[in-house]
């Protein structure tokens, strides 16, 4: 009868390696339906950094206030768009700072 465990060390920390790849590409699909298809959370997302951004001192201090939150912002040719940390997973874009959100 075979043994299912691996026999050396090697077997053993490369199934360990594709566990945990799997796991971090399970978690970034997971992240990425979440976001891309619930316009409530994108709506409540969005709302969170405008008030972080009118509460913000600077921009320096509003991009690491985002951090806290688990947000980055990053600047784009159409416009700054709000990604989650640490999968870079892209919620929404920003409007303007002179645009109202409906």
């Known amino acids: 009868m075979t043994s299912l465990l691996p026999h050396s060390r090697g077997t053993l920390a490369q199934i360990s390696l594709q566990i945990v790849s ?5 978690r970034r699909l997971k992240m990425s339906v979440m976001f891309n298809n619930d316009p409530f959370i994108t709506a409540q997302v969005i709302d969170l950094v405008m ?3 009118h509460v913000a001192l600077s ?3 509003w991009k690491h206030r985002l951090a806290g939150y688990g947000y980055a912002i990053k600047d784009t040719d159409h416009g700054q768009v709000v990604e989650t ?3 870079h997973v892209e919620v ?3 409007p303007l700072e002179n645009e109202t959100v409906a």
């Open 22 to 26: 799997y796991s971090k590409l399970i």
């Open 85 to 87: 940390l640490p999968h």
């Open 51 to 53: 008030r972080e951004r």
């Open 59 to 61: 921009q320096r201090e």
């Open 92 to 94: 929404a874009v920003l």
